[in-house]
Every structure is written in structure tokens, then in C-alpha cells.
């Protein structure tokens, strides 16, 4: 990897006041599926999945306004997109007068350069300078194995439209037997909500991707330094004392750090999700052939033989072998 530091835009929601779901899905792409339910007082509502952790959801019908519709997009989606199409969808967003609601901005240390124990140090000792009024660490972990599997730190508070979230995404993927999980470090994750995320997007939609960085880093640096400086001292002192050594140099990387566009990271559990909501209703018209099952036997036959490392590297997870899709669902409406 060239660069150790990289940025993401990891979540993406808004509101268009106007608007077909037809519309909006095809500008978006993918394969929607209409399901039965409710979503945030949205009367009809279609989902997206990807083969990756990724899920949207888009709603229309609501009483207030039946012709708005709203949409939410987790990172498994948005963080595979290119630069150029999050610029289309935010463009596309602001000429439709829409609102963003949720934006979040990911900046990873890929290389683990500043441990999370030395950020909790900081914040403990007075040397973070921020207006979040509180912070919160969380640890998980495995009870019979005594092993971590996740650890966050949270500045600032959920109803808050900056909410910075630091943690160990290499942990993190490694625990969901993510394959690629030694690419990954501490991620610094802003999420942006109302005004902030309006503002943010704002400037995406029209900044050449090349000053994205630059920008997001001083997003960051208006939620949080982390300076020279004591909990007790002058806030006037605190504001101008001198950058921490180490923060100075994480945030010098950051701004030189390089966008990317992830790549799904796949379990199996995922992928059975990706074939319930994608596929599912096709392969159920296929079954009901008198062929059906016969041509499935002979396409699945066909398939092995155009495995790839990727492919095997699947089989051979031990996570979950049950069915993702319930799991998956309950998950996702918990996170609206």
C-alpha cells in the first residue's frame, strides 16, 4: 500500500423533498427489493444489500409529504463507490433542494501509528482540547477465549451533530473474519449529522477530491487537538498551546493521505445475506420448474470450477454457518 493513512466516506443518508423511488434508485443503481414494513414513518419502503456488510434503505409515502422520500446508505455501500459518484449523488442531492441527515468521513491509520491507549492517556491527562462535553470508551470481548474483539473510543454524544468515533478496525475485522483485516490500523471516524452533514456535503459536491483531504482533516481538527497542555490551565492557553508530537505528525499524514474505494470484505454469512435479498426471489422462480433443482445442482457444479483464492478462503471460515438473513434484518432496522 503506498500510503499508510487513507480516507473513506463510510455512510450517507438524506432527504429529497421531491422525488420517485424509481428515480433515486436508478441514480444510485443496484438491485432494490420492495419489502413489507415500515421505515422511520415511510410507508413503502425498498432495500439494497451488498455482498459486503453494506445495506440501504429507501423510503417514500410519508404522510407529511407523500411525494419525499428518504434514503440511508451504511459504508458497506458508500465506501465502494469512486470519488466521482459520492460527488454525482451529492450534486444530484443539492439540485433537488434535499437535505443531507447522516455523512460520516473515515480517516485510517493504517499502520496503527498512534494506539489507542496513548489517545486514552491524552484525553485523561487534559491534553485533548475539544466542545464535546464527554467521552466514552467501550471494550468487547469473548468470555470462555478471554480474547478482545473491539475497542472505541467516543468524543462527543449521540445527539450531537459531531460525534467522533476512534477504534481499532483491524481488531474489529479480524473478529468478523474479515479477509483482508491486516490492511487495517485505528480509524478515525467523524460522523456528521443535520446542518453538519448538509455543510460537509456541500463542500464535497463541488471540492476537486484531490482537497477532500485537506478539508476533512480540518473537520477533524475543529472537533478535536490534541495540544501541550493541562486540564486546569486558561482555555485561551489550552487553544494555542502546542500540537502534541504525535498528533502533529498523524494529522500531517492524514492530509497526505489518498482516497480510496473499499473493497466488500465478505463472510459467508454475508454472502447467504446477499443471496436472500438479492436472488432469493429468482432462485425460489427457478425451484418451482420441474428443472429446477436439476439446473441448480449442474450451475453450482459449474461454479466450483471457476473458484479463486477468495472462494476458498470462504469455505474455509469458521463464523457463522446459519442463516444471516433474519440476523441481518434484525440488525439493520436496530441501526435506523
Known sequence: MSSPFTLTIDWLAFTIPTASARETMDLLEGDWTKVKGGFRGYRFVWITTSTG?????????????????????????????????????????????????????ALDDRAGSVSLTTIKDAIAAGQCVT???????????????????????????????TLLRIYDKRLQMQSQEGLDWQD??????????????QLCGQMLSYLDDTLWLEFIVGVLRSHV??????????????????????WATLTEGFRKSRLVVEKGSQTLADVKSWLHHSVGPLLAVVLERPDGPDYLQRLAKAGKKRW?????????????????????TTEANESY
Do not use: M
Open 53 to 105: 456488510r453494506g445495506i440501504g434503505k429507501l423510503g417514500t409515502g410519508v404522510d407529511r409529504n407523500p411525494g419525499e422520500v428518504h434514503v440511508d446508505l451504511s459504508g458497506g455501500l458508500v465506501a465502494q463507490w469512486p470519488p466521482e459518484k459520492v460527488r454525482a449523488v451529492l450534486q444530484w442531492v443539492l439540485n433537488k433542494h434535499g437535505h443531507l441527515t447522516r455523512l460520516d468521513c
Open 131 to 161: 466542545r464535546a462535553k464527554c467521552w466514552q470508551k467501550t471494550w468487547s470481548g469473548l468470555i470462555h477465549e478471554g480474547t478482545s474483539t473491539g475497542e472505541t473510543v467516543y468524543l462527543g454524544s449521540r445527539q450531537s451533530q
Open 184 to 197: 487495517y490500523g485505528i480509524r478515525w471516524e467523524l460522523e456528521l449529522k443535520q446542518d453538519r452533514a
Open 225 to 246: 487537538d490534541f495540544r501541550d497542555t493541562q486540564r486546569d490551565e486558561e482555555e485561551e492557553y489550552r487553544y494555542r498551546a502546542p500540537l502534541l508530537d504525535w
Open 308 to 328: 479463486k483464492t477468495k472462494h476458498h478462503r470462504l469455505l474455509e471460515q469458521s463464523g457463522h454457518n446459519g442463516e444471516p438473513a433474519a440476523v441481518r
